[in-house]
């Protein structure tokens, strides 16, 4: 009976949900928004301006298998940065300054892991609410793994530090320029506005996650059979390690590295509009420096290269078939369809659940809109409109729509990230789901009466636009 109910590969439930996409574009009522293109050069959809398309498409079988390799072209990029991060971290490896770090930080937090596990999901939600940090943890993933594993912990956990930190510091980020800036932007709200409310809610939503890992963990320190990995293989191989290298000064120069490395990307994306390609070139050079301070052999460099790429070719294929969900979505030409049926009802609401609804709207879409800036262009100029006509100041708006995004983020299948951090740590996305749903509940929830509480004070009174409730744009 066990076996008749065993869940599927992650491979399977990614595919499943590409074909009930392929499957809705032949029963979903096809259409479009008007779109007209901001100062920045993006488009952005027109409210009240929703029509059925005059040709409806009728995709294929044939459209359905094309759009899998597509799916591939289209998440190009993170898969290309994943093989380079793992190809340059199992260099790092290889030189024995993972295993040193490991053993230092054993020294510092080996017996106050709940300090450890505080200090990274804090530092990685600030980093994500300011600059919009995402795919630059990955480098983390297996470092961590190996400092769990050491402090008896697992894998689970160590996903936990890294998404919950990335998860939650995207949803209650006070500036980052990817969501919050974007969708202030389409709602024509001053920027930075009403950051003195999300400034005072990180900590709150931090401690929310911090307790969830942390109350997980204890249950694996003290029972390692309650693991929800327990019996999965460990993506870093060998036997655990009781006596780890000494730090000399070439990991340290290593460490320092890495550490430019990552200032150097951040310094980028910041500045000069980096993103993933060079990322890549970043950490590239950052592997071809830890080859020759490590002293490896070219052949040596090479060959831990490929064994570190050959390590995430499962973690690649899932997030290129985690794309194709919504491209299956995009050819049927439904997305719109369902991003206006959602928002329609919203206006018959009252206020504060109208809010709320918002905020659930916004999650949901998130499964077929991973992108923050692409979902804030889709789905701002219809809300703010809505919230005009029934009293939700469009600054609550955008906290709603930053929620929904943020939160969900943590458990979409179609997070490519998310697919890269689970898949490199070797924790299937099923488990991932049973450790992360109650927290996402959980999250909802106080995100909810924030919303509330938002809507019964009047939150973004000061800065709401006084414009036509038909029409987001001029």
Same mark, same amino acid.
């Given at each position: @009976?066990?076996?008749?109910?065993?869940?599927?590969?992650?491979?399977?439930?990614?595919?499943?949900?590409?074909?009930?996409?392929?499957?809705?574009?032949?029963?979903?009522?096809?259409?479009?928004?008007?779109?007209?293109?901001?100062?920045?050069?993006?488009?952005?959809?027109?409210?009240?301006?929703?029509?059925?398309?005059?040709?409806?498409? %009728?995709?294929?079988?044939?459209?359905?298998?094309?759009?899998?390799?597509?799916?591939?072209?289209?998440?190009? &990029?993170?898969?290309?940065?994943?093989?380079?991060?793992?190809?340059?971290?199992?260099?790092?490896?290889?030189?024995?300054?993972?295993?040193?770090?490991?053993?230092?930080?054993?020294?510092?937090?080996?017996?106050?892991?709940?300090?450890?596990?505080? @200090? #990274?999901?804090?530092?990685?939600?600030?980093?994500?609410?300011?600059?919009?940090?995402?795919?630059?943890?990955?480098?983390?993933?297996?470092?961590?793994?190996?400092?769990?594993?050491? @402090?008896?912990?697992?894998?689970?956990?160590?996903?936990?530090?890294?998404?919950?930190?990335?998860?939650?510091?995207?949803?209650?980020?006070?500036?980052?320029?990817?969501?919050?800036?974007?969708?202030?932007?389409?709602?024509?709200?001053?920027?930075?506005?009403?950051?003195?409310?999300?400034?005072?809610?990180?900590?709150?939503?931090?401690?929310?996650?911090?307790?969830?890992?942390?109350?997980?963990?204890?249950?694996?320190?003290? &029972?390692?059979?309650?693991?929800?990995?327990?019996?999965?293989?460990?993506?870093?191989?060998?036997?655990?390690?009781? !006596?780890?290298?000494?730090?000399?000064?070439?990991?340290?120069?290593?460490?320092?590295?890495?550490?430019?490395?990552?200032?150097?990307?951040?310094?980028?994306?910041?500045?000069?509009?980096?993103?993933?390609?060079?990322?890549?070139?970043?950490?590239?050079?950052?592997?071809?420096?830890?080859? #020759?301070?490590?002293?490896?052999?070219?052949?040596?460099?090479?060959? %831990?290269?490929?064994?570190?790429?050959?390590?995430?070719?499962?973690?690649?294929?899932?997030?290129?078939?985690?794309?194709?969900?919504?491209?299956?979505?995009? &050819?049927?030409?439904?997305?719109?369809?369902?991003?206006?049926?959602?928002?329609?009802?919203?206006?018959?609401?009252?206020?504060?659940?109208?809010?709320?609804?918002?905020?659930?709207?916004?999650?949901?879409?998130?499964?077929?809109?991973?992108?923050?800036?692409?979902?804030?262009?889709?789905?701002?100029?219809? @809300?703010?409109?809505?919230? !005009?006509?029934?009293?939700?100041?469009?600054?609550?708006?955008?906290?709603?729509?930053?929620?929904? !995004?943020?939160?969900?983020?943590?458990?979409?299948?179609?997070?490519?990230?998310?697919?890269?951090?689970?898949?490199?740590?070797? #924790?299937?996305?099923?488990?991932?789901?049973?450790?992360?749903?109650?927290?996402?509940?959980?999250?909802?929830?106080?995100?909810?009466?924030?919303?509330?509480?938002?809507?019964?004070? !009047?939150?973004?009174?000061?800065?709401?636009?006084?414009?036509?409730?038909?029409?987001?744009?001029?």
């Amino acid at each position: @009976m066990a076996e008749r109910f065993k869940i599927p590969h992650t491979l399977i439930l990614l595919l499943g949900m590409m074909l009930i996409a392929y499957i809705a574009t032949w029963l979903v009522p096809q259409g479009f928004f008007q779109t007209v293109t901001l100062d920045n050069g993006r488009d952005a959809v027109v409210a009240g301006t929703y029509a059925v398309a005059e040709a409806q498409i %009728r995709l294929t079988p044939m459209d359905f298998l094309v759009a899998i390799p597509r799916a591939f072209a289209a998440a190009q &990029d993170i898969i290309f940065f994943v093989f380079i991060v793992g190809g340059v971290l199992s260099i790092a490896r290889a030189t024995g300054t993972i295993d040193a770090l490991i053993g230092r930080l054993l020294d510092r937090f080996g017996h106050k892991p709940e300090l450890l596990i505080f @200090m #990274v999901i804090f530092c990685f939600a600030l980093a994500s609410g300011a600059i919009g940090t995402a795919g630059e943890y990955i480098p983390f993933v297996l470092i961590l793994v190996g400092l769990c594993k050491a @402090m008896k912990l697992d894998a689970m956990t160590a996903v936990g530090m890294v998404v919950v930190g990335y998860g939650v510091g995207y949803g209650v980020s006070a500036f980052n320029p990817f969501t919050v800036m974007v969708a202030q932007q389409v709602a024509g709200l001053p920027l930075y506005s009403g950051i003195e409310l999300r400034l005072a809610i990180i900590l709150p939503f931090v401690l929310i996650g911090f307790h969830h890992v942390w109350r997980y963990a204890k249950m694996v320190q003290q &029972d390692p059979s309650k693991s929800y990995t327990a019996g999965l293989p460990c993506p870093l191989e060998g036997v655990d390690n009781t !006596d780890y290298p000494s730090l000399n000064i070439r990991h340290q120069l290593i460490l320092f590295g890495l550490v430019a490395s990552i200032v150097t990307a951040v310094w980028g994306i910041s500045q000069r509009g980096w993103y993933l390609y060079e990322l890549g070139a970043v950490f590239i050079f950052w592997g071809m420096f830890t080859a #020759v301070i490590g002293k490896l052999s070219a052949d040596t460099a090479a060959d %831990r290269f490929i064994e570190g790429v050959k390590d995430l070719a499962t973690t690649a294929i899932l997030i290129g078939i985690a794309r194709g969900i919504a491209l299956i979505m995009e &050819d049927g030409q439904i997305l719109h369809t369902l991003v206006h049926a959602m928002s329609s009802p919203l206006s018959h609401l009252g206020a504060e659940l109208a809010a709320v609804g918002m905020f659930v709207m916004q999650t949901f879409l998130n499964l077929f809109i991973p992108s923050g800036s692409g979902q804030a262009y889709v789905t701002m100029p219809l @809300m703010a409109p809505v919230g !005009d006509i029934i009293g939700v100041n469009r600054q609550i708006a955008v906290l709603a729509y930053q929620f929904g !995004d943020g939160f969900s983020n943590m458990i979409i299948p179609t997070n490519a990230v998310l697919m890269g951090i689970i898949g490199m740590a070797g #924790v299937p996305y099923h488990l991932w789901f049973k450790f992360c749903f109650p927290l996402i509940l959980k999250l909802m929830l106080a995100a909810a009466v924030v919303l509330v509480l938002a809507v019964v004070f !009047d939150y973004g009174a000061d800065v709401q636009p006084i414009v036509e409730a038909s029409s987001l744009l001029p």
